[in-house]
């Protein structure tokens, strides 16, 4: 038997966690795992608790939560030989969509118990690890405003992004990459290491976690029509043909702005200098993966996803 920890994040998202730590340990310990079960109760404890795990050897840490406790437990396990496994449990879950793990329990136990790893990519940016996307400019606006809100979920976060779009002013950005230098005046620069902010939005659809590179997405400020075909072109798939985006691939970039001011890592608001160096970690971190995902295709893609997600398969006894 393996060991392994399971680490839940009781309040993340808006579904209910009950009884998901006996269905998880259950299938676990089928598939060959003495499992230690742990539960959040702050910022910073899934890194504690799998920087632990770490420490004693266990085979695998299995996070149940959102994009921030994914990104806290992930953050830990960079480097090691540890598999990290997801149980989606958040409002967004974009690490999971993009890597094809249902947003749904039972089925994402059983993406954990066959067992198969990949070795993906991580971010960092000011040395802070991200796993999705980082960014700056009018999505993080919209975090710190989303993170404020007593309620979660996509109706939220879209009512968070029409709240701030009223008001919002694009700044300068100066991005160094690949030995060129560009400077814009941007509504978005997001960092992706994988293709969607969650929740489907594909900010970044062609975007891989095993390439050793970012794609960097730059998004110009236009009419309030070509704004709305941003947005439409966010769920998809087809954003990287707007007019209005400018992408660009690189293993690493540094981006300036005039002042410090808001981002977002995963999701999650905070506060970062007017100096950005960004960084991708190839092959930094063991994933737990379904082993069956095809490539993205617009429309294509979003539609087979959201129709997975309401109706996920079982693996065949």
């Not at 269905?23 to 890194?47: I, L």
């Amino acid at each position: 038997m393996a060991d392994a920890m399971l680490i839940i994040n009781p309040i993340s998202g808006t579904a209910k966690k009950d009884g998901l730590d006996a269905k998880a340990e259950k299938a676990m310990r089928a598939a060959g795992y003495n499992v230690d079960v742990r539960f959040t109760t702050c910022r910073g404890e899934a890194t504690r608790f799998a920087a632990e795990a770490a420490a004693k050897g266990y085979d695998s840490v299995i996070a149940a939560g959102g994009d921030g406790t994914i990104n806290e437990t992930a953050q830990a396990l960079c480097g090691t030989a540890v598999k990290f496994g997801i149980i989606p449990a958040g409002s967004g879950n974009g690490l999971a969509r993009h890597i094809g793990i249902p947003v749904n329990v039972d089925a994402a136990l059983d993406v954990i118990s066959r067992g198969i790893v990949a070795k993906c990519d991580y971010g960092t940016v000011n040395n802070l690890p991200f796993f999705c996307t980082f960014g700056v400019g009018f999505d993080a606006a919209v975090s710190h405003n989303f993170a404020k809100q007593s309620r979660r979920g996509l109706f939220t976060y879209l009512k968070s992004a029409f709240t701030q779009y009223i008001n919002y002013k694009p700044d300068t950005y100066t991005i160094s990459a690949n030995g060129k230098i560009l400077t814009e005046r941007a509504f978005v620069v997001a960092c992706c290491n994988a293709s969607q902010y969650g929740n489907n939005a594909y900010i970044a659809p062609k975007a891989s976690i095993t390439d050793g590179l970012l794609d960097i997405i730059i998004i110009h400020q236009g009419s309030p029509i070509d704004t709305a075909m941003v947005g439409m072109d966010l769920f998809t798939g087809y954003i990287d043909s707007n007019t209005l985006i400018h992408t660009l691939r690189a293993p690493a970039a540094v981006i300036y702005r005039s002042n410090e001011g808001p981002a977002h890592i995963d999701g999650e608001p905070m506060m970062l200098d007017d100096i950005m160096d960004v960084k991708c970690h190839h092959h930094g971190l063991n994933v737990l993966i379904p082993g069956d995902k095809q490539p993205f295709r617009p429309l294509v893609t979003p539609v087979r996803s959201f129709w997975r997600n309401l109706f996920p398969r079982r693996k065949k006894d």
